[in-house]
């Protein structure tokens, strides 16, 4: 089960995000569902459209049972099977 203190070590296909911290100042506030992962992407189903947006030079908020957490895209820069067990 994904809460926020584990979040980091389970796949994120089907959560919704948004970036919080870019360095790209355009895509700041964009949101959606991931519907892709791979060890450096996260494919985006937004209202624009679908988005590819590197990982790691973003900050991601997500919602989880009600509560809020950023994660540093250079933390969760690894394929989801990488990630397992990895405590950050």
Same mark, same amino acid.
């Given at each position: 089960?994904? @809460?926020? $203190?584990?979040?980091?070590?389970?796949?994120?296909?089907?959560? =919704? @995000?948004?970036?919080? %911290?870019? @360095?790209?100042?355009e895509v700041i506030g964009l949101n959606g569902t991931i519907i892709n992962?791979? %060890?450096?992407?996260? @494919?985006?189903?937004?209202? %624009?459209?679908?988005? =590819?947006?590197?990982?790691?030079?973003? $900050?991601?908020? +997500?919602?989880?049972?009600? %509560?809020?957490t950023t994660i540093n895209g250079s933390k969760i820069a690894k394929r989801? +099977?990488?990630?397992?067990?990895?405590?950050?």
């Amino acid at each position: 089960m994904i @809460t926020v $203190d584990t979040i980091s070590r389970h796949e994120l296909i089907g959560l =919704n @995000t948004e970036i919080v %911290k870019s @360095t790209n100042q355009e895509v700041i506030g964009l949101n959606g569902t991931i519907i892709n992962e791979t %060890k450096s992407m996260f @494919t985006i189903n937004t209202k %624009k459209g679908i988005k =590819n947006i590197p990982k790691s030079v973003n $900050d991601w908020k +997500f919602i989880i049972e009600g %509560k809020e957490t950023t994660i540093n895209g250079s933390k969760i820069a690894k394929r989801s +099977f990488e990630r397992i067990g990895v405590k950050i």
